[in-house]
């Protein structure tokens, strides 16, 4: 009575907005959505093409076998598809039962993937033969790209669900492949699969056909090309390419998305990552206004906003958006109290910023959750203190350091910041104003006062008990530089090791 891809529709929709919102109620309705869509989804598990044999053998209609197996094919795809996303809501409750069941659903997801794409490619195959065979002998009329294949399915109607597996089977491998390498060795084990450019070439396909996640696919891609590259530059790779690649991807969906948020978005990123910090806030503006009413997307670009606001060390501008995410937003409010907290404070609203430090606290709700931690250490630091102007910035220069974002900022703006920090010159935070300090002069590319500046990081014993990571990141930025000289390849490489014990 129900039509399974309207139903996996409206499950996506509700799993959509439990990711964006993480509101318990709406992730148990996903839940519930997408199980609902899995149970109307289910068949006999024999293999499609030994499905499409047994019709044949019982002569029965051609274009009436062809429906069947299209339906077939398409329930499957979405079984896996609901798999991978009620793993992904498992994951969030970042419990290890959670955990355990998560991987348990996911290698069900993967078996059904990589079963659909090999009967499909084995379906196109037949395509191509028969063709090919029979192309001399086909008259006009009967050379229609749509023409019945193998007495199943069309070419057109393989297509679609060739794009259809190929968003979920892309991401599959592009997100293992995203692994740290010690665990991926055990995710093979398992019989996961990790292949990055296998993945990209996927979503490519996907985004390219004329399934219903085409659009999923493309956005998939700019994620990935924007977002999680430039972050966590995987093996090293050099994020330019992708940013061109992220740039030709915008320009061909442009003319079929001129109006849309999250497009806007995506060039938004595209252009922080070039420095053109300006320029992203223009789009991310405009983005904003798109999304009007969407508050998911508005949080998204209120938080990119607040981000090139601190690069620009326009903290009110910063501060303001920051706010607005602390009282709207379900997603950690509490590392959104403290970002406002270090923004207002950095203004020169001290009084203000110690309010909201107190805050911060009272918003603590996921204990195990390291970005919560590190903004209540921090914001119960600032707030017994009490909070100098200096200080705040020095907290907003952190941030920026360890979200990897001090390369996005002109050289105009990291010499406001070198001049601040030198300004500071308090016992229990030396070594974390070395260790920016190094990083500082690491992006004007001044090696020589980054080596220094790291040292002196490095040695600050006092501070250790305060700023436990400081140590370890200074020796690794250190083996960092030393490494890329020749002549202490040795030194570098043992910094490294340190770093890692």
């Keep these: 009575t129900h039509s399974p891809l309207m139903s996996f529709g409206a499950s996506f929709v509700s799993f ?88 348990w659903i996911l290698r069900k997801a993967w078996k059904m993937y990589n079963k659909c794409h090999s009967d499909i490619s084995q379906l196109q195959e037949a395509c191509q033969r028969r063709s090919s065979v029979h192309q001399e002998s086909l008259s006009t009329d009967n050379a229609n790209h749509n023409a019945p294949v193998e007495n199943a399915v069309t070419p057109e109607a393989l297509d679609r669900l060739k794009g259809s597996v190929s968003f979920g ?33 996927s979503l490519m396909y996907a985004s390219e056909s004329k399934d219903m996640k085409a659009p999923l696919a493309t956005l998939a891609l700019l994620w990935y090309h924007t977002v999680v590259l430039p972050f966590f530059a995987l093996d090293g790779s ?23 948020s999250l497009f806007m978005f995506f060039k938004g990123r595209v252009q922080r990552l070039e420095c053109h910090i300006n320029s992203a806030l223009a789009c991310f503006h405009d983005a ?19 981000w090139c606001s601190m690069i620009e060390m326009n903290f009110e501008d910063a501060y303001r958006s920051f706010e607005r995410l602390k009282n709207e937003s379900r997603w950690s409010q509490c590392y959104y109290a403290y970002l406002t907290g270090v923004c207002q404070g950095a203004s020169g609203d001290l009084d203000g910023a110690s309010g909201v430090f107190k805050d911060v606290q009272k918003l603590f709700k996921r204990k195990n959750n390291q970005i919560e931690q590190f903004a209540v250490k921090r914001a119960e630091r600032l707030r017994k203190t009490s909070p100098t102007r200096e200080l705040c910035i020095l907290g ?39 260790l920016l300090l190094g990083a500082i002069h690491k992006c004007h590319g001044n090696m020589r006062d980054a080596v220094q500046a790291f040292q002196l990081a490095a040695r600050d014993e006092y501070g250790r008990q305060i700023n436990s990571y400081v140590q370890p990141y200074a020796v690794y930025e250190l083996g960092c530089i030393l490494l890329a000289k020749p002549e202490t390849v040795g030194k570098g490489r043992s910094l490294l090791l340190q770093a890692k014990v």
Excluded at 81 to 89: G, H, M, P
Excluded at 288 to 306: F, K, M, P, W
Aim: hydrophobic share 40%; net charge neutral.
């Design 396 to 434: 907003a220069i952190e941030v920026l350091y360890l979200w990897k974002a001090l390369q996005n900022c002109s050289s105009s703006k990291l010499q406001i910041m070198n001049q601040v920090l030198q300004s500071l010159d308090e016992a229990s935070c030396r070594g974390l104003k070395h």
């Design 288 to 306: 904003l206004e798109l999304a009007s009413d969407q508050r998911e997307i508005q949080h998204v670009c209120l938080y990119e906003i607040g």
């Design 16 to 103: 959509l907005n439990a990711m964006m919102t993480f509101e318990e109620e709406k992730m148990q309705t996903a839940c519930d959505d997408l199980r609902t869509t899995e149970k109307l989804c289910e068949s006999d598990s024999a293999g499609v093409i030994e499905t499409i044999r047994n019709k044949i053998k019982k002569s029965m209609d051609s274009q009436r076998s062809g429906v069947v197996v299209v339906d077939r094919l398409q329930r499957q795809i979405i079984v896996a598809d609901c798999q991978v996303y009620l793993a992904v809501l498992s994951f969030v409750k970042q419990e290890l039962s959670a955990y355990i069941k998560g991987g």
């Design 169 to 201: 089977y892309g991401l599959f491998h592009l997100c293992i492949s995203m692994v740290p390498p010690h665990l991926l060795k055990i995710i093979n084990l398992l019989g996961f699969p990790g292949d990055r450019l296998q993945g990209l070439s």
């Design 238 to 260: 050099d994020t330019h390419e992708g940013l061109l690649e992220a740039k030709a991807i915008l320009q061909r969906k442009s003319v079929v998305y001129p109006n849309s």
